[in-house]
């Protein structure tokens, strides 16, 4: 999962990496 979570923030760019809690969970969520 950890590793999921760190490729879809670094596409998602620096701004899902500034909140990788909750709004990452949300945008992970729905990219996935």
């Given at each position: 999962?950890?590793?999921?979570a760190?490729?879809?923030?670094?596409?998602?760019?620096?701004?899902?990496?500034n909140?990788?809690?909750?709004?990452?969970?949300?945008?992970?969520?729905t990219?996935?």
């Amino acid at each position: 999962a950890e590793d999921i979570a760190g490729m879809v923030a670094f596409l998602a760019g620096p701004e899902s990496r500034n909140i990788t809690g909750a709004g990452f969970v949300v945008d992970g969520g729905t990219n996935v």
